[in-house]
């Protein structure tokens, strides 16, 4: 089994940035990739970022160039930079891991961009 817990959310104004960290725990060697979702209410969740174990990377075209995914393998940690956030990025953040045939989920973190 793969664990995640995610932490870094919070309220930051329009312009600002923050970082979310996955870190990850238990069967890590059997990860392939890993990623980001977010989710707003009433809608479907939305593929943010991916990384695979080579470090082959992808967005959603709405967070190119201001957000940044990586992975740190010696911490069993992934990361997402989240700079020039925007109001429309507010959401829950959720990090997923795949493994074994199989698909991971953390508990989500808050991201709110406000004035």
């Known amino acids: 089994q793969v664990h995640l817990v995610e932490s870094g959310g919070g309220l930051v104004q329009p312009g600002g940035s923050l970082r979310l960290t996955c870190a990850a725990s238990g069967s890590v060697s059997s990860i392939v990739a890993m990623g980001w979702y977010r989710q707003e209410p009433g809608k479907e969740r939305e593929l943010v970022a991916h990384i695979t174990n080579e470090g082959r990377t992808n967005y959603v075209d709405s967070v190119k160039g201001r957000f940044t995914i990586s992975r740190d393998n010696t911490k069993n940690t992934m990361y997402l930079q989240m700079n020039e956030l925007r109001p429309e990025d507010t959401a829950v953040y959720y990090c997923?891991?795949?493994?074994?045939?199989?698909?991971?989920w953390g508990q989500g973190t808050q991201v709110t961009v406000s004035s």
């Open positions: 997923y891991a795949l493994h074994s045939g199989r698909v991971r």
